[in-house]
């Protein structure tokens, strides 16, 4: 496939959506030309053009918030992009991690009314991964990105031992608050290391789905 072969508008534009390679939030909608596209192949980072200004810019050229360029995809009409990033600050010009943080709906829409037991980890690696971004100040997230994947690991190891004293003390309370803990510790531990939960997933999925083996 080349860029040429895509479908470019009158304008000689193409639109293109960007998405958080692990949490798999929709940060902003922009708008490529082929040039700007080839920019972004050429140099792995995001480049784009401003239909106001009518001119190409380099995302975090100036804010230094950078996005990496993990994969572009395009759609079967060809006419659509979807560039999977990990970005190095929030995507928006207005500070947060995503263009789209609000709703339409009166309930807040998906986050609020989803009725996926699931769903709490999807929302908490959101979370994290606008933490690392952001990288706020009096954050324990943030505190830990800082101080690194030895501290993340520690904490992982601790957690784990708290969980493995509540389960020996019988104490269900407690289970439940430490293993909150561990999955919590975990899932900064996969951001830290780019690795998506959906990989992991992937995996649990792959291991239980397959036929059982003849004894």
Not at 10 to 39: F, R, W
Not at 98 to 125: K, M, N, P, Y
Not at 158 to 173: G, L, W
Not at 190 to 205: G, I, N
């Amino acid at each position: 496939m080349n860029i040429s072969d895509l479908k470019f508008d009158e304008n000689g534009l193409i639109p293109a959506i960007v998405q958080d390679v692990q949490s798999k939030e929709v940060l902003t909608l922009a708008y490529m030309t082929e040039e700007s596209l080839q920019k972004s192949i050429d140099t792995r980072e995001t480049w784009f053009y401003s239909r106001s200004r009518q001119e190409l810019w380099h995302k975090g050229e100036t804010s230094g918030n950078t996005q990496v360029i993990e994969d572009i995809r395009y759609d079967c009409d060809q006419d659509a992009l979807i560039v999977l990033v990990h970005p190095n600050g929030p995507a928006c010009h207005k500070g947060t991690f995503s263009c789209f943080e609000d709703s339409l709906l009166e309930d807040g829409g998906v986050e609020r009314s989803a009725s996926d037991r699931f769903a709490i980890l999807s929302q908490l690696e959101k979370l994290i991964a606008e933490r690392d971004a952001a990288r706020p100040e009096g954050s324990y997230t943030t505190y830990l990105f800082k101080e690194g994947v030895d501290k993340i690991l520690k904490k992982v190891g601790e957690e784990a031992s708290e969980v493995i004293i509540a389960a020996k003390n019988r104490d269900k309370n407690e289970l439940s608050w430490e293993t909150a803990d561990l999955l919590y510790h975990v899932l900064v531990l996969l951001k830290e290391q780019d690795l998506p939960l959906d990989d992991v997933l992937k995996v649990l999925k792959e291991r239980h789905t397959e036929p059982a083996e003849k004894e």
